[in-house]
């Protein structure tokens, strides 16, 4: 008799971008509704939603491995234990795709929210999940989450899931801290900072031959509203005005030099291309590949 599956495959897909290897890695996913989302009229936001046969709003949660000359980095870590339990998956995947965390030597970050840093550290031991790794960032991203200041300004959700969560899950890396505010910062990757989602937000362009993935980070959070309503935003945005700016900046150029996109919460495996239409966009993913 045959017995049916139990478990998913696993979330691993990998996209080969000239020399370079670039695999996506999924955390899972989160479930929430529309109501986080901001500059935007909620019915059109669910109506864009039920026509894409889409539940609101579940929410793909990726990362990505880069191996590039010989190394191998990963861009975000997931959430860790921090969110739902749907999501937190990065450290099983990884296994599941051949790579002891061991293996990495650095560990980019698009920004420190926690469902892109709460995988660098078990809370429970305190221990590092990446023992070898450099931690990479923008300079404003621990500039803004560090400063009590800022904090105090929060509310509680902000303060404990935000700023004292991304201290938690960064502070032990300290040592091994690489911020930058442009240019390269692995080989074959430049940051492209995209402020406004947070101070330091950056996306990763990955350039080898003659082609190019941008991995765009959150410049959306519910691909399908915001690429139909660019000004469309997310209410912990840190800028909201500038996330916007950032965003359709991001979209005029990935649509007009069509790179290919890659990012943290487009559906997994995410690599998709984006096109204008009319005065806005849609996002095509990529056809499957079995070779790469
Ligand atoms: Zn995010």
């Excluded at 995947?93 to 995988?119: C, E, F, K, W, Y």
């Excluded at 080989?187 to 991995?215: C, F, N, R, W």
Aim: net charge neutral; hydrophobic share 40%.
């Amino acid at each position: 008799m045959a017995e049916a599956p139990k478990n998913q495959i696993p979330g691993v897909y990998h996209r080969k971008i000239g020399d370079i290897t670039v695999t996506a890695i999924s955390d899972g996913y989160l479930d929430g509704d529309l109501t986080v989302m901001r500059n935007v009229d909620l019915d059109k936001a669910h109506a864009i939603l039920a026509a894409a046969f889409r539940p609101a709003r579940r929410t793909s949660v990726n990362t990505f491995l880069i191996y590039s000359k010989g190394r191998l980095a990963l861009v975000d870590t997931g959430s860790g234990d921090y969110l739902q339990p749907t999501a937190g998956w990065v450290i099983r995947n990884l296994r599941a795709a051949g790579v002891d965390p061991s293996q990495i030597d650095t560990v980019l970050l698009t920004h420190m929210h926690p469902d892109h840093s709460a995988g660098l550290t078990d809370m429970k031991t305190g221990k590092l999940f990446y023992p070898n790794a450099e931690l990479v960032m923008h300079e404003n991203e621990p500039k803004h989450w560090f400063d009590d200041a800022e904090m105090a300004k929060g509310g509680e959700r902000e303060k404990k899931l935000y700023f004292q969560a991304g201290r938690e899950q960064v502070a032990p890396y300290k040592s091994r801290w690489k911020l930058f505010s442009g240019g390269e910062v692995f080989p074959g990757v430049t940051a492209v900072p995209s402020t406004g989602h947070t101070p330091g937000h950056t996306g990763y362009l990955i350039a080898s031959g003659k082609e190019q993935l941008m991995i765009w980070g959150d410049t959306v959070h519910v691909p399908e509203v915001q690429a139909a309503i660019p000004e469309a935003g997310m209410g912990f945005d840190t800028d909201l005005a500038a996330a916007a700016a950032s965003r359709k900046r991001m979209f005029d150029r990935v649509a007009t030099d069509k790179v290919l996109i890659a990012g943290m919460h487009l559906h997994f495996p995410s690599f998709c291309h984006l096109a204008r239409e009319g005065n806005a966009y849609r996002i095509y993913p990529e056809a499957w590949m079995h070779q790469f």
